[in-house]
């Protein structure tokens, strides 16, 4: 059959299971059902299952399918799962709420120290700023709305909705095999309905399709059952696969690096020492990730997403105000058809922006700590930046989002390089001396001496960039507190409670190996070689390209005023052969021969982006494309 036929039959099997997972939402949408749910015990006394289609059948919350239409008990659990992994979803926001709600502060907008200490605690682990701040704002509206708080989340929001795909994941052989058939393709097997309502087992049928696996995916590794998400007219496969990987160590690192999130300067790096006796030294050179082009570009692309908005509102306005027989009326909504096509197109070029610099930045991070041959990469956690000012300027550039998907990758690609991520306590990372732990002054510029944010001061004699100085103390204060490491729940190394250690800085560049080549003899003993210069071509890009000629020879007949040999400027081929001298076709230099790997090629956001080059121990430049891949 064509793909086309296979995307109806895969595409009749979501909408099921979507319509009998919305069914199950539907049903237990309350903070009773929720609470139950979020308990983890089920009616009897025993613990809820992990799996979630197994966790809602012990509490008896079956998915039923529509009248009339007959489906496996295997469907059923793949529409249970969708089910759970939503309200499981429901039960984290839930708590979120519970917590800002029983914490609510007198002034919103402003939380004091206490009720910020007291909202930490109530909070579930690892909530992001950003999380706290759109539901206090959700609460917020709900309040103004409706003239008082909300009693829990299922009065703040209505029933999330189950998504169009199918998880073959909690189904059995009797619903989905996977097997492979060579290094590349895997071919998948699964029952699919011949209709939309398919009224007995008669219309369900097992249909056989391969899959072909990109290039990333290391030939025999273990492919796990996927998932099927159709649409456009084509099914897309979400595979996982697995391959055996012992997560890094957490302690006993020497080497480090340390990283800061700065305001243009999204990633700030040093790399730090752990010495025998016990001190960090810092090395002198600070790593940095300039997204300054990106980030503006991100900010005029949000100034025009709101200017976008602003003008369909009111043009929706003014359609609205109309008769529907308004012969303008028309116009309107075609006018609003395509400003909203537009806005469509500029909210995804803001994603793709996003998300190309939070993988290119975390790619030249882990390259970094690869080349310097650090094992552990530091990182503030974002859960503890403070939300004062400094977080506020923050989010007029890249917002939180931003930078969670910059940890997210950084992580993903660490661990396949077996280099440990920790979180340290984003606390005074900026404000303390790296050198002594006193507190330093911020200034403008290291020669315009005023109050400022950029350049850090100290009575030590510290004088450093603010992003730099941060990059140190955080490096330090990983590197010295190591012992204390965790692995949380989710998975993340991260350290709770440390302890400031003044670090050390290198006083001398290490030294070089390699040996001087003697001194080249000058004498004069024979006469200067004529030195042969290559024909030369300017290699500007503004320069328009110009044949050169050989200049008109002398004629007898007097045709000197004949135009020379070849191209003409109206002629665009030159017919026939021409007589001309050997040239060389100019070509283009890099304007910024710094710049991160795949800028050579001046695409995209790379023209906007300028890094600290990936440098070898010794300094060298290094050729290493990417990271090695593990085995
Ligand atoms: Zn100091």
Not at 144 to 171: I, M, N, T
Not at 451 to 479: E, K, P
Not at 489 to 502: C, E, K, V
Request: with cysteine; aromatic share 4%.
């Amino acid at each position: 059959m064509t793909g086309r036929v296979l995307a109806e039959r895969v595409g009749w099997l979501a909408d099921l299971v979507q319509s009998m997972a919305d069914g199950v939402i539907v049903a237990h949408w309350s903070d009773a059902d929720l609470a139950e749910l979020a308990g983890g015990v089920g009616p009897e006394g025993r613990r809820l299952p992990g799996n979630g289609w197994m966790a809602l059948r012990r509490l008896g919350w079956a998915a039923v399918p529509p009248a009339g239409v007959v489906v496996s008990d295997r469907v059923r659990r793949i529409a249970e799962e969708e089910a759970a992994r939503v309200l499981r979803l429901a039960c984290h926001r839930r708590a979120i709420v519970a917590a800002l709600l029983a914490t609510w502060p007198a002034d919103p907008s402003a939380r004091t120290d206490d009720e910020w200490a007291a909202l930490r605690a109530a909070l579930p682990d690892a909530t992001d700023n950003a999380t706290i701040r759109n539901r206090t704002r959700q609460i917020t509206a709900h309040i103004a709305g409706h003239g008082r708080p909300p009693a829990d989340l299922c009065e703040l929001e209505g029933q999330p909705a189950a998504a169009r795909q199918v998880s073959l994941a909690a189904a059995d052989r009797q619903q989905v095999a996977v097997d492979r058939v060579d290094d590349s393709i895997v071919r998948v097997w699964s029952q699919l309905p011949t209709c939309p309502a398919p009224a007995s087992y008669r219309d369900w049928v097992w249909h056989a399709f391969d899959v072909v696996l990109p290039a990333i995916v290391p030939a025999g590794v273990k492919v796990c059952t996927p998932t099927l998400r159709p649409g456009d007219g084509k099914v897309r496969v979400d595979l996982p696969w697995q391959t055996p990987h012992t997560p890094p160590r957490l302690d006993g690192h020497t080497r480090a690096l340390g990283v800061d999130w700065g305001v243009n300067t999204l990633l700030t790096a040093t790399v730090a020492d752990l010495d025998q006796d016990g001190t960090v030294v810092v090395q002198g050179r600070p790593l940095r990730f300039d997204a300054t082009g990106a980030s503006a570009k991100l900010v005029r692309l949000r100034r025009h997403r709101e200017h976008l908005n602003t003008k369909a509102d009111h043009l929706a306005r003014l359609r609205d105000g109309r008769p529907t027989h308004h012969p303008a009326a028309a116009a309107l909504t075609a006018k609003l058809a395509l400003l909203q096509a537009e806005h469509t197109a500029v909210c995804a070029r803001i994603r793709h922006l996003n998300k190309a610099l939070a993988w290119s930045s975390a790619r030249w991070l882990v390259d970094q700590a690869t080349a310097a041959g650090a094992t552990v990469i530091y990182v503030e956690d974002l859960a503890t930046l403070e939300g004062g000012g400094r977080s506020r300027s923050l989010n007029r550039r890249l917002s939180g989002a931003v930078r969670g998907t910059v940890f997210t990758a950084i992580a993903h690609l660490a661990a396949k390089v077996d280099i440990a991520v920790v979180t340290v306590p984003a606390r005074g990372t900026s404000s303390g001396c790296p050198r002594c732990g006193g507190p330093v002054k911020h200034v403008k510029t290291p020669q315009r001496m005023v109050a400022g944010y950029r350049w850090a001061n100290c009575s030590c004699g510290l004088s450093m960039d603010r992003d730099h100085a941060a990059a140190q103390r955080i490096a330090a204060r990983g590197l010295a507190n190591q012992a204390n490491t965790r692995r949380g729940r989710n998975g993340n190394a991260a350290i709770r409670t440390a302890t400031d250690t003044p670090a050390r800085h290198q006083t001398r560049r290490p030294t070089r190996t390699a040996t001087i080549p003697p001194a080249r003899d000058r004498r004069k003993t024979a006469p200067t070689p004529k030195q042969i210069r290559p024909a030369t071509v300017k290699t500007s890009r503004l320069l328009p390209l110009r044949r050169q000629v050989p200049a008109p020879a002398e004629s007898p007949s007097g045709s000197s005023g004949q135009r020379p040999a070849g191209r003409t400027p109206q002629e665009t081929n030159p017919k026939g052969p021409v007589s001309q001298v050997p040239h060389t076709a100019p070509t283009t230099t890099p304007r910024h021969p710094h710049r991160v790997r795949g800028a050579a090629l001046g695409r995209g956001f790379h023209r906007h982006v300028h890094a600290t080059p990936v440098t070898d121990r010794d300094g060298s430049a290094s050729r290493m494309s990417g990271s090695p891949r593990i085995a």
